[in-house]
């Protein structure tokens, strides 16, 4: 029997929402999100950030989301600042820059930028006399988790912010894994925080329990009042949009996007003790529901024969690197038989 | 009760979509559509068109389906010819433009184009001594049926294509209602013709009985050859790509497609006699599931009390453009409660 | 001898220029108008157009003036309001459109817009239900003098400014040939009304006695306060910037630019008369120094064997539009010689 | 009286170059490169780079000559390999980005890339599960010489051009300051051998001698087939066309571009052999016409009382980095006064 712990997006929805999908599947709703199940999901996420006048809007996957908030936030001299390991900069086919944006890249530290970085980076620009023919920091883009799935401290976070202030850039946050940050063991940012704390962010549903969207929040109602065109124009807008206000009105009730955030958070933190009790320290310091490591490959072509897994980055000469990733949907017992199969 | 004409993504998806959807919602599969239902998909779609050869990609929506088959069928300096009411045109926000190419608009005839017209310009523009400073006719857009409704009938299809292929330029059927339009009373076109008559086209899912979902079919497979890329670019490509796959396995199964689009067009074609019955002619000769009539307004707003349909431009003086859409999801009781309904 | 009427941009540069570029040739001064001629140059066009707040820019070439202004006034989400004529619709190879925007075409008056266009457009745009899925037009774009040498009226101007004041979207003028507009006859249009009328508009060099260049005149400073990046960006910046601003500064010193305006479209009215009275009318009602008639084909092709001129257009099959054009360097006994030669 | 080293586009144009202008300027020629002394300049270059099947194109200035060319030789999904200080990487105000296309970074040695750093990238792009969903390298970057100063052996490109053909991916060089490469000690590529060794590059005019313009020349001519068009869409069509035709001519009759390019490189001699005699060395290894040294900042300061160079980079606390650039245009008294200043 296979076990897959490959990626966050394997299987379908949480068993709460499909059922709110099956029941609700005949009826007949105006299209683009202009339902009531969308305008009910609005005010449930906008109680949960604790924002009144945040603005929310629902699309399909996290590129597109990317790609349109960044466009609508930059002017065209502009480019958005993102640690090197951003998603934006690695893994969106260069959608960013195909919208005519430069990615400037940062240093990383477990796929996190510092404060400082960001400070520095920023004042050399314009210190630098030949700046007026560069590419002007518009923005900063930071994961919370990031691509590691390490996450920011509060601390981290108001530093990042106040530079941003500073130097009045919008502040965007990638939420792909939003959930498993907040449920992680030790983070002290609440999803208030991180509203309260930056001007745009959203909370990924794909990989949190739907079958696909993501809601951007909106909180410096000053940024991207013309979003509707923009996410038409980027081919980001579903015409049933109702889907995505279902999907999202159930996650937010019953405290449905923390329970899936928090069962897939303590599936791989049993993964990373058994890693660790066989005596593969994690690469990465990840609480969240990604953890790597770094495996000696005859051990790793062994465990791959019934586990799925990724390989993160090219396969090494001796030793490769790979990722476990636990979800909503990652069944107890599959960690279970996992951990026995780390013992052959 | 309110009875809902508007547009044909008003409801969720057909009944056997939904149970496959239920059925295997909790099964793990690899994403982005290297999965077994999309390769079943595939092999289906393949056989449904004729083409052994085909490439068959499958996209969420029509708009970012339009925008990245475009942007990967022209070159840099090339625009896109299209009907002045195609849908490219006219209600995708300049997606096509965003991506950097001019929509060079033809005369549209009930939303058709005529190959006369297309030989006329493409003719003209090398006649013309300036040609080099302006933007080449790249490719040509049709969609079928058109944004009215109407459909080509072979002769017409043939035609259109031996221009294009005169010109050398890919031709490219925007399928958005495709189902609809090859069961229309008077259509003489099949799938294989249109497999056979283009370049590239998509047959449309969101608006035949899917969730959501397109699939692009690459008949002349020297075209696209990287397309999984620039789908990624364009954020249309679905992390659980399986549920494109199954929802088009659904479709070309037990003729699933064809079920769904001969409903709509019966109910379509019950409402245009009753709309002609009442001494209202259609203002646009369509036999699909789109119906466009000329109301007055007193009688209008008092339909539109209880039945929903659509304006089709701007409110008029006296009398305005209206549109009845049928789809799969349109019962035959609502259809009759409809036409009750016009007697009042 | 061959007589030259194809275009006003087949001569080099005035006397006037030339001694100049001459006298300062081996100066060496900082690059990118950061040098004081180009600084002599602003301040003589604030002083002309009567603007103190007035920024102004100076690029090369009209295309990449057009789409550079163009893609500073505009949001990703809009497009440029322009007539089917407009040099940008038509002779541009795409270049807005390759900035990521759509023109958005009204019917033409001899190359001309009408206010009441404008506000129809508008106007319809916001009324129809579905705008938000359709290109907001964000600017208009006109040109003074037009593409047929047409010229606006300041009523006409002021009507048209008062819609774009009413809707908030910046009114740019293309001046490619301003010059030759403001020396037309019957025009009742100053420099300081332009100005006063629009947001930005650029006052052409290439055609009117520079070797190359245009001014960009900012008339509204809340506007494209970010622009010498965008220039940049586009590829618009010239190194040796200081090449612009000499030329500039001698076009409006001694009143050089009204000069070689006067002088070229006196020569333009003797070839019109001259045709008249041979019995060929002119085409469009051009005051300036673009001429158009529709001459037989076989006159055409006796003329064409030592007179330069152009086809506007395909050759027709009995008669053809053909265009005649004068510029600063054209020689009255030139023109002489031409008129002369029409009695073949 | 105040030194000028800050650049080599300060000056106007070589004597030679102005004479020629002088006397074609009242001839009136067609535009946008079709007249006799553009085809004049081609057949020259033509011969000078020993292809006889190549395409030559002429453009006014380096940012749009870069951005122009990597647009046309790029597909939408891939983006330009270069090293991290390549000038489309940092001093084009996002010019390649702006057309869609990431620039992906290689470490720089001194300004150059490594063949086997390039050999790394796109091996191990090919290896990595994921590269369909990352940027693909499309095609190569360099300069010749380097931003800063640097030259390649023919070995090294060789090696370059090996991986570039291994891969079928064009190698294109800028060539912004190609004739100070050429010129410079210890240089043993010729002309001949960069055009044998790329797909594309362009000879800088506008830094060496030139009032402005890049001439382009396409060696591998199956690429940039439609390239006309393109240009003008990036709006780098000189109307006046023949005046870069002419300068052209110019640089290539009488052997002028090689004197002018090995006189200036005899002023960078000097004024390098002087800062390593009082005891600066160079940091940067550059035999060209850009000479680095980190001078301290009081040393630095007084210097630039009347002696003009650039900082490169931001002040440091202590030293700073200096350019200093000769060029065509730099007299031998000019620099013995720096030299002498040198001792104060």
């Known amino acids: 029997m296979k076990l897959y712990f490959e990626t966050d997006y394997m299987a379908g929805t949480h068993s709460e929402i499909l059922e709110r ?8 709703t105006v299209g683009y999100g202009c339902d009531q ?16 006048n945040a603005r929310v809007h ?5 590129t597109q989301t990317n790609s349109t908030v960044i466009d609508g936030l930059l002017s065209r001299h502009e480019g958005v600042l993102a640690a090197e390991s951003g998603h934006i900069n690695v893994h969106e086919s260069g959608a960013i820059e195909a919208c005519g944006h430069k990615v ?17 980076y920023i004042s050399n620009f314009y210190a630098d006399d030949t700046y ?32 941003c202030k500073k130097w009045n850039i919008p502040l965007y946050i990638d939420g ?6 907040l449920a992680a063991e030790g983070n002290d940012v609440s999803l208030q925080d991180i509203a309260n704390l930056c001007d745009v962010f959203y909370i990924g549903g794909t990989k949190l329990g739907a079958l696909f969207g993501e809601a951007v929040v909106v909180c410096n109602d000053s940024l991207l009042k013309n979003f509707f065109p ?115």
């Open 58 to 62: 629902f699309l399909v996957g996290g």
């Open 176 to 181: 792909a894994r939003l959930g498993y940050g």
């Open 230 to 344: 923009l996410i038409k124009q980027h081919g980001a807008l579903l015409a049933k949009g109702r889907l995505l206000g279902l999907q999202f009105e159930c996650l937010f009730s019953n405290n449905l996007y923390e329970r899936v955030s928090r069962h897939a958070v303590d599936m791989a933190m049993k993964i990373k003790q058994a890693f660790i009790a066989k005596g593969y320290n994690p690469v990465v310091n990840s609480n969240t529901n990604q953890q790597f490591f770094l495996l000696p490959n005859d051990f790793m072509d062994k465990l791959s024969e019934d586990v799925g897994f990724e390989l993160w980055g090219p396969r090494g000469e001796k030793e490769t690197k790979v990722r476990f990733v636990t979800s909503w949907a990652t069944k107890e017992e599959d960690v279970d038989l996992l951990i026995k199969r780390l013992n052959f």
């Open 132 to 163: 007026l023919h560069m590419v002007a920091p518009g923005m900063l883009y930071i994961s919370f988790p990031t691509e590691y799935g390490t996450i920011y401290t509060k601390k981290e976070l108001q530093d990042i912010h106040s530079v």
């Open 21 to 28: 999908l099956v029941a609700t599947n005949y009826e007949e």
């Open 104 to 120: 400037l890249t940062l240093p990383e530290y477990e796929g996190k930028v510092k404060a400082e970085d960001v400070e520095n």
């Open 37 to 52: 199940y969308t305008q009910k999901a609005v005010e449930l996420i906008k109680k949960a950030v604790g924002k009144d």
